[in-house]
């Protein structure tokens, strides 16, 4: 385990009010917990943008029945065997399926499939959640 380092920070009264009540709001036990939170937040976007290895998850959601719409994404993903290391596919009712495609790559690679794949006529909503490996974050 590293070892921990204490410092202050000064904020104006407004600030650190507003930071009181998003802390509280989302749950954390502390302020420092919440810190910590958004300096990894802040550690991970800079991954993205500097271009190291990343994680995250593409989401999908389209109309299984459009035509040829099945057969585009899943020719997509084949181009993308690279960075793509699983997916889900869920029926959500009839017509609705979700695709959860769980990605690991450069962020360029990345950015590409997903841009890709929300551009395909037919998908109603598309997302890329951005995280990472885990390797520089304690
Ligand atoms: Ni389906």
């Not at 939170?37 to 459009?66: C, F, M, P, S």
């Not at 695709?99 to 006529?121: H, S």
Request: charged share 25%.
């Amino acid at each position: 385990m590293s070892s921990i380092r204490r410092f202050g920070i000064s904020l104006d009264n407004d600030l650190s009010e507003k930071f009181d009540v998003r802390v509280k709001k989302k749950g954390y036990s502390n302020r420092s917990e919440a810190i910590r939170d958004l300096i990894r937040k802040d550690l991970v976007e800079q991954e993205w943008h500097e271009g190291g290895e990343v994680t995250g998850a593409v989401t999908l959601i389209y109309n299984h029945q459009k035509r040829e719409l099945l057969n585009k994404i899943t020719d997509i993903q084949h181009n993308f065997q690279k960075v793509i290391i699983s997916a889900q596919h869920i029926h959500l009712d009839h017509h609705n399926c979700l695709e959860i495609i769980a990605v690991k790559g450069n962020p360029p690679d990345v950015q590409k499939l997903t841009n890709i794949l929300k551009a395909i006529k037919g998908v109603k909503h598309g997302t890329l959640s951005m995280s990472t490996t885990g390797k520089g974050l304690t």
